[in-house]
């Protein structure tokens, strides 16, 4: 049986644009009635990863601790933004339980060790085996503070517990939902002649690089550009789909294997 990884864009699910720390509840609905009509036709294994949005940047940004968390004050902001990731993922777990799936959350500060914000140990047994335990389980992680070894604590982004996860869990598929089609030649936010680009490989990685900027609201983690050097770094030889997830029918479309416009990763 397949199994596939599911990261949900921060933006997609919460007010990231306007930075308040606000979950957009119908769209969460919407997502996880796709993903039980996708399980009701097709079988397969999902993990679900989902962003933080402004539960987890704004309060990094705020608590200026995306670089270390030395004093007093960095420590509250450690412990607040984690409180805050947890009442994102509370959310999920009960819109998920209300479409009768059996999302089963995985705490990444419980699991993860970072250094130099970078991930070194990471105790992903607990997942194997839910997953072996029945296609129905359905762990969730998130985007999360975690201790560092050189820093104290850091940011761990669900962009880069999705790749560690699909290497090390060999996962067939990975689909990364985000608020735009894919990526684009410029920010089509931005940009009205901004183009698709359908597929990504080694022979056009680096010219699609130079043009993925910096994401345009508040985001600790480096944006476009900040995904898809984990993913050349991190995810080379699993097939990676980068599609709009707000787009309804999106993720039971995907999930179910049927064409959508999107961007194809094969590195």
């Known amino acids: 049986m397949e199994t596939y990884i599911l990261k949900i864009g921060g933006s997609s699910v919460t007010e990231k644009d306007s930075n308040k720390i606000k979950a957009k509840l119908e769209s969460i609905e919407r997502i996880a009635e796709e993903i039980r009509k996708a399980k009701s036709q097709k079988e397969f294994r999902l993990i679900v990863v989902h962003g933080a949005g402004p539960f987890g940047h704004r309060l990094v940004t705020n608590y200026k601790i995306k670089n270390a968390v030395r004093s007093g004050k960095d420590v509250e902001g450690f ?71 050189k820093l104290g604590a850091s940011v761990v982004s669900g962009d880069a517990i999705v790749p560690y996860l699909a290497k090390k869990l060999n996962v067939s598929r990975v689909f990364m939902g985000t608020d735009v089609d894919g990526i684009f030649t410029a920010d089509p936010k931005r940009d009205k002649d901004a183009k698709l680009v359908e597929k990504i490989d080694k022979t056009n990685f680096n010219e699609i690089l130079k043009s993925a900027g910096e994401a345009a609201t508040v985001d600790v983690t480096g944006g476009m550009r900040g995904k898809l050097l984990r993913l050349r770094d991190t995810l080379k030889g699993v097939d990676t789909i980068i599609f709009n997830i707000t787009k309804e029918g999106n993720a039971y479309k995907v999930l179910v294997g049927q064409k959508i416009r999107c961007t194809e990763i094969k590195l």
Do not use: W
């Open 79 to 149: 412990v607040r933004t984690h409180n805050s990731m947890e009442d994102l993922n509370k959310i999920f777990m009960d819109v998920f339980r209300e479409q009768g799936l059996l999302g089963f959350p995985i705490q990444p500060s419980a699991c993860i060790i970072q250094e130099d914000k970078k991930i070194v140990k990471f105790d992903t047994e607990i997942i194997e085996r839910l997953i072996q335990t029945g296609s129905g389980i359905t762990p969730i992680l998130y985007g999360d503070m975690v201790i560092d070894r």
